[in-house]
């Protein structure tokens, strides 16, 4: 309970504008939840995915993505004021399967640009059933994000990826 409340909101503070991309800050956030689920004594001597299992504590790295589809939703739901989110491309006259909301690819050079915020969701987001991108409220989403997830093995290995999204490189999260 006072690492939920008192450790990870530091360790996920802004993390749809701060999201590392790199193994070794990825690992080295993820080692700080490593070192607290190894203070539960009865879990010691277990692998971190059964310990994350057993506390039913997922991943930061599943979380960060988690909170960048909620991030999104609530831009394109229009949540937010329009004239101060990041502008998300949609494809509006294409007849595409899976959701209506999906998000123009677009190419960059650089490793600035290729993690920012927008770049990052989209393979994400296109990967994305209807029903889960139509839901009626942020509160429904994330319902609906989180039953079409569960069966990710993301939530609790922090080597996995997760599964249907269409990239043409491996992308970190």
């Given at each position: 309970?006072?690492?939920?409340?008192?450790?990870?909101s530091?360790?996920e503070?802004?993390?749809s504008?701060?999201?590392p991309?790199?193994?070794?800050?990825?690992?080295?956030?993820?080692?700080?939840?490593?070192?607290?689920?190894?203070?539960?004594?009865?879990?010691?001597?277990?692998?971190?995915?059964?310990r994350?299992?057993?506390?039913?504590?997922?991943?930061?790295k599943?979380?960060?993505?988690?909170g960048n589809?909620?991030?999104?939703?609530?831009?394109?739901?229009?949540?937010?004021?329009?004239?101060v989110?990041?502008t998300?491309?949609?494809?509006?006259?294409?007849?595409?399967r899976?959701?209506?909301?999906?998000?123009?690819s677009?190419?960059?050079?650089?490793?600035?640009?290729?993690?920012?915020?927008?770049?990052?969701?989209?393979?994400?987001?296109?990967?994305?059933?209807y029903?889960?991108?139509?839901?009626?409220?942020?509160?429904?989403f994330?319902?609906?994000?989180?039953?079409?997830?569960?069966s990710?093995?993301?939530?609790?290995?922090l080597?996995a990826?997760?599964?249907g999204?269409?990239?043409?490189?491996?992308?970190?999260?």
């Amino acid at each position: 309970m006072l690492y939920k409340t008192l450790v990870r909101s530091q360790l996920e503070y802004a993390n749809s504008l701060w999201n590392p991309y790199l193994k070794q800050d990825i690992s080295a956030l993820e080692k700080v939840q490593m070192r607290a689920t190894k203070l539960v004594a009865a879990l010691h001597h277990k692998p971190y995915a059964e310990r994350l299992k057993h506390l039913d504590l997922p991943t930061l790295k599943y979380r960060r993505l988690r909170g960048n589809m909620i991030e999104t939703y609530k831009i394109l739901s229009g949540i937010y004021d329009s004239t101060v989110v990041p502008t998300i491309p949609i494809i509006y006259d294409s007849v595409t399967r899976g959701n209506s909301l999906k998000i123009s690819s677009r190419r960059c050079n650089y490793n600035v640009r290729k993690y920012s915020f927008c770049f990052r969701i989209t393979n994400v987001w296109n990967s994305l059933p209807y029903s889960v991108v139509s839901a009626t409220s942020v509160n429904s989403f994330k319902n609906k994000l989180d039953k079409h997830w569960s069966s990710q093995e993301l939530k609790f290995n922090l080597e996995a990826e997760i599964y249907g999204t269409r990239s043409r490189s491996r992308v970190e999260f």
